[in-house]
Structures are given as C-alpha cells and as structure tokens.
C-alpha cells in the first residue's frame, strides 16, 4: 500500500442480489485529513464505505486498509436493551473497572482495564464536548432507547473520538439533528485528526473538508479544497468544455463547407472535361488523361476532406462528453403570485400574540428536535392541532410536502399523480410540465413507487406546482433532510420561480439563504412559537 494512503481499493466490483451493478471497477483512495464524498443518490457512496468497513464483501477487487476502521453508519438503529456505555463503546473496561473496585482483581479483568482507569471521566468529558449532557445516578447505564436520534448520532461519534480508530467513515452523520447537534458535529469535524471520509448533502459540513471526493458514473474524482472551492472547480471547467464544444462545433461547419467546395469543384472539373470532349478542343487520348487525373486528384481531395469531417466530428464528441447534462429546473410559474401586503396566513397564541405571514414572504420555521415544527406546519395544513398556536387563518390555497413525501399514490403512474391535481390538463400539457422537472420519456409512465428518492421529490413538487390551481402558500417540511446536492439545488431552482408566500421547517442554513427567506420563527417545546430575528 502507498504510504500515502491509509486507504486503497482496486478494481472495486459489488452488485445487490438481484443482480443491479452498484460499482464497476472503481479504484479509489484516502489519505490523512477530511474528505467528503458527494455523488448522486444511488451512486454507490454509502456501499463504499460500507465495503471498506467490512460490512459488505465486493464481488472482485480489493480493499486494503492500513489501520482499524471507525464506521457510523447512516442507518444508526438503536437497539433498545443497550446502553449508552455500550453504544461508546467503553462497556468493557467500565464493568472490569467496576469489579476490580468490587475485590474482582483477576488478570482478565486487569488486561480488559489496561490503562484506561479514568475510562468514566473521559467518557464524561467527551460526551461533555459533544454537547450530550446525561442526567441520572448513572448516565452510562441510560438505555439508548431513551436517547433522541441526534443524541444517539452525538453519544455513537463521541465514541468514535475516543477510540481515535486510524481510519473513520461517517455515512450522512447530520441527518434528523437539530441545529445545535450540527453545530457541535460540525465543529468536531474540523477538528477531527487522521483519515476521516464523510459521506454528506450537508453543504456547511461539506465546507469543513480538505477535499471533495466525487463519485459520478462508477469513477471517484478528487477535488482539492472545500465544497465551495469544488463548485467553483468544477464551474470553471464546464464553461471551458463549454467553449470547447463551440469551436469544435465551428470546425465542423467549416470542414463541411470545405467539403462542398471540394465536391463543386470536382463537378466543374467533370463538366469542363465534357465540354472539352464535345467540342473535341483537345485530342481525345489527352482528355481522357486529364479526366483521369483529375478524378484522381478530386478524389483525393475528397477523401482528405472527408477525413477532416470525420475528426472534427470526433473532436465535437468528445467536448461535448466533457459537458455535464443540463440538470437545470426551470418552470414558470405565474398563478402561484401573491400581492404584497395579502394576508397569507395568521396565527393566534394562548398570551394574545399574532404571527403573520403576508404577500410573497418566505418564512423559516426553525428550533430543535421536539419542539413542534411538524406539529405547527400540520396545524396550518389543516391536518391537526397545535396546543399553542390557533390558525387564525390560513389561504385557501396551501400546498404541503412532509418529510415523508406520502403526498403521491405509489400505485399510479407519474402521469396519474399529477394528472389527479391537474385534471384540466392535457397528458402533453402534463409532459411538458414533468420535462421542466427534468421527468421525461418513459420515466412519465413509471410507477411513483419505483421512483429513486431525487425523483419522488420532483414529483412531488410537480404535482404541487402544476395543479390546476397552484398555491399561493407552499408549506415545506425538511426538504432537504433526504436530498443529495443535486437535487437541493434543484429544489432551489424552482423555488427561484415559484410567485407565492413560503413556510419552511428546516435545519439547514445553507438552503434557507439560497431560497430567499427573509424572516424566521422559531419554536420551543411546551411554548407558543414565536418571531425572531435570526436563525440562532
């Protein structure tokens, strides 16, 4: 293994069992410091962490790791008959620990201590930096049961600092924390020693990397410096592919008209020998060299030219396979403007308070996990209560997308499902729309439950924006919580054309700049929500 990799793998092959290739041949490496691996969901990021944590066995290849591996996996199930001690991965030494202070001083129990006597203080200490504070005669012993996911995500990384494993992988670490957990995750990263890969679609995480890992058609490509430094990388190499393909596109126009030239001339070298043999100017024997030698030369020429063409239009190819599709989403729509000043939405509080949303506002609902956003947002769809908010009310058109994205019948097509909120709609008028949503071909067809999670989204805001009557409030549930980049941005893009008032749940900064909201209110548990100035 290359000393400069504490990571390698080689020719990496896996495929699911019913056959469906995930990687091919991929060769990839990691170093010491931070790397975060993007890629488009289904690219196969988290099958390679797992195949280099060895918790799945590739087809053909190798993985070859110098040093243990440290892996929190992005399905972290909390299995309730353990406990936090156990969950750090300290149980061990803390009950040795234990019965050597018990009288127990037998040489196992010596050797599972080994030098980690203040195993307890550190433990503490640790989960004391990651934010987690355990109450109780005795927190190790909590079940992890009782513990949120974004404490259990914390308690699972802490023991991972504390173990210091010389490789560690991190499978999408901030999904369902609140904002402060990602903080404090946030923090630990750009902290973190040795060789960390991180698997993420969190962009402020993704700014606390030394290098972006992308892993885009079975091929990983290293991009060094941050994700913005990524973005901007790779914005300047498509706009020079861009270039390049507008003068491979000019060659082949210009070798084209060479070509007709060649072949107008040869047809005037053909009709100037035929003249010379009607009117028998020449002897016959050397107008027939000439048209012969002329043929010869024409042709010649003609096969020069011809082989130009054919390598312009090989040039042309192969810039245009440097371009990255157009994944853009852009759609207008007018019917979903909103006048300025209209009142849009009202809250009443037990105290007397009001909160209103008017006109085109764009509003974030923010505040840990548990306070009530989903609750609130439910309330202002009217599919539930809240115990102190009122609806006081609410436009008549509101349009909402949970988290759970249960909003399509995953029986029907793509076509039906946006048909059943647009039945005015022509099924070309509805093609046209799903194709501005990048849904095109066969894909319109397709069963909504057969869709990949990027897809669902865009149906599901689809099916929103392309009703009949479209909203004039579009409620929004952590969006982005199950998004990879491309689709976040997506989802930006049409945002950027949406005309109506927004109310957005989310814990992501980064998103909630990029779609424009300009106020926040925030939720407590056990409190009326409330305006305030800021997301913190």
């Given at each position: 293994?290359?000393?400069?990799f504490?990571?390698?793998?080689t020719g990496l092959?896996f495929a699911?069992?019913?056959g469906?290739?995930?990687?091919t041949?991929?060769?990839a490496?990691?170093?010491?410091?931070?790397t975060?691996?993007?890629?488009r969901?289904g690219?196969?990021?988290s099958?390679l962490?797992?195949?280099?944590?060895?918790r799945?066995t590739?087809?053909s290849?190798?993985?070859?790791?110098?040093g243990?591996?440290?892996?929190?996996?992005?399905?972290?199930?909390?299995?309730?008959?353990?406990?936090v001690?156990?969950?750090?991965?300290v149980?061990?030494?803390?009950?040795?620990?234990?019965a050597?202070?018990?009288?127990e001083?037998?040489?196992a129990?010596?050797?599972?201590?080994g030098e980690d006597?203040?195993?307890e203080?550190?433990?503490l200490?640790q989960?004391?930096?990651?934010?987690?504070?355990?109450?109780?005669?005795a927190?190790l012993d909590?079940p992890?049961g009782?513990?949120?996911?974004?404490?259990a995500?914390?308690?699972?990384?802490?023991?991972l600092a504390?173990r210091?494993?010389?490789v560690?992988?991190?499978?999408?670490p901030?999904?369902?924390?609140?904002?402060?957990?990602?903080?404090?995750?946030?923090d630990?990263v750009?902290s973190?020693q040795?060789?960390?890969?991180?698997?993420?679609?969190?962009?402020?995480?993704?700014e606390?990397v030394?290098?972006i890992?992308e892993?885009?058609?079975?091929?990983?490509?290293?991009w060094g410096?941050?994700?913005?430094?990524?973005?901007e990388?790779l914005?300047?190499?498509?706009?020079a592919?861009?270039?390049?393909v507008?003068?491979?596109?000019?060659?082949v126009r210009?070798e084209k008209?060479?070509?007709?030239?060649?072949q107008?001339?040869l047809?005037?070298?053909?009709?100037y020998g035929k003249?010379?043999y009607d009117?028998?100017r020449e002897?016959?024997?050397?107008m027939?060299q000439?048209k012969?030698?002329a043929?010869?030369?024409?042709?010649?020429?003609?096969?020069m030219?011809?082989?130009?063409l054919?390598?312009?239009?090989?040039?042309?190819g192969?810039?245009?396979d440097a371009?990255?599709?157009?994944?853009?989403?852009?759609?207008a729509?007018?019917?979903?403007g909103?006048?300025?000043?209209?009142?849009v939405?009202?809250?009443?509080?037990?105290?007397?308070?009001?909160?209103y949303?008017?006109?085109?506002?764009r509003?974030a609902?923010?505040?840990?996990?548990g306070?009530?956003?989903t609750?609130?947002?439910?309330?202002?769809?009217g599919r539930?209560?809240?115990?102190?908010a009122?609806v006081?009310?609410?436009?008549?058109?509101?349009?909402y997308l949970?988290q759970?994205?249960?909003v399509?019948?995953?029986?029907?097509?793509v076509?039906?499902n946006?048909?059943?909120?647009?039945?005015?709609?022509t099924?070309?008028?509805?093609r046209?729309g799903l194709?501005?949503?990048?849904i095109?071909g066969d894909?319109?067809?397709?069963?909504?439950g057969d869709?990949?999670?990027?897809e669902?989204?865009?149906?599901a805001l689809?099916?929103?924006?392309?009703?009949?009557e479209?909203?004039?409030l579009?409620?929004?549930?952590?969006?982005?919580?199950?998004?990879d980049?491309?689709?976040?941005?997506?989802?930006?893009?049409?945002?950027?054309?949406?005309?109506?008032?927004?109310?957005?749940?989310?814990?992501?900064?980064a998103f909630?700049?990029?779609v424009g909201?300009?106020?926040?209110?925030r939720?407590?548990r056990g409190?009326a929500?409330?305006?305030?100035?800021g997301a913190?």
């Open positions: 293994m290359s000393s400069a504490s990571v390698v793998c092959s699911w069992p019913d469906t290739p995930v990687l041949g991929l060769d490496a990691f170093g010491t410091g931070r975060g691996l993007v890629g969901n690219s196969g990021k099958t962490l797992r195949l280099v944590a060895g799945l590739p087809a290849g190798t993985v070859a790791v110098d243990d591996v440290g892996y929190l996996d992005q399905g972290l199930t909390l299995d309730t008959g353990r406990t001690a156990e969950l750090l991965g149980d061990r030494a803390r009950t040795a620990l234990h050597i202070e018990a009288g001083a037998t040489e129990n010596f050797a599972a201590v006597w203040d195993v203080e550190r433990v200490a989960l004391e930096r990651f934010g987690v504070a355990l109450t109780g005669d927190p909590r992890v009782t513990l949120s996911g974004g404490e995500v914390l308690v699972a990384l802490a023991g504390l210091r494993p010389a560690t992988l991190l499978d999408e901030t999904n369902n924390l609140d904002r402060r957990a990602r903080e404090r995750l946030h630990a750009a973190w040795g060789v960390l890969v991180v698997v993420s679609h969190d962009r402020e995480l993704l606390r030394d290098q890992a892993l885009r058609e079975g091929r990983m490509r290293v410096g941050n994700y913005s430094a990524y973005t990388q914005a300047a190499e498509q706009e592919a861009r270039r390049m507008r003068v491979a596109e000019a060659d210009r008209r060479q070509l007709a030239d060649a107008v001339k047809a005037r070298r053909v009709r003249k010379m009117t028998k002897p016959r024997v050397v027939k000439r012969r030698d043929q010869v030369a024409a042709g010649k020429h003609r096969v030219q011809e082989a130009k054919v390598g312009a239009r090989e040039e042309l192969r810039a245009e371009v990255r599709d157009d994944d853009a989403i852009r759609v729509l007018p019917g979903t909103v006048p300025a000043g209209h009142g939405l009202e809250l009443g509080t037990p105290v007397g308070g009001r909160l949303l008017r006109g085109p506002e509003v609902l923010v505040g840990p996990n306070s009530g956003k609750t609130l947002l439910r309330a202002v769809v539930g209560r809240h115990p102190q009122e006081v009310h609410a436009a008549d058109r509101i349009g949970p759970r994205l249960d399509l019948d995953d029986g029907l097509s076509l039906d946006v048909r059943a909120a647009a039945p005015s709609a099924p070309h008028r509805v046209a194709a501005r949503f990048l095109r894909r319109v067809e397709q069963r909504a869709l990949s999670g990027g669902r989204f865009r149906v689809a099916r929103l924006l392309l009703a009949d479209p909203p004039r579009l409620v929004l549930d952590e969006p982005t919580n199950s998004l980049l491309d689709s976040q941005r997506q989802l930006a893009e049409a945002l950027a054309d949406y005309r109506g008032a927004l109310l957005v749940a989310s814990h992501d900064h909630l700049r990029e909201v300009g106020r926040w209110w939720t407590e409190h929500p409330v305006e305030v100035s913190d």
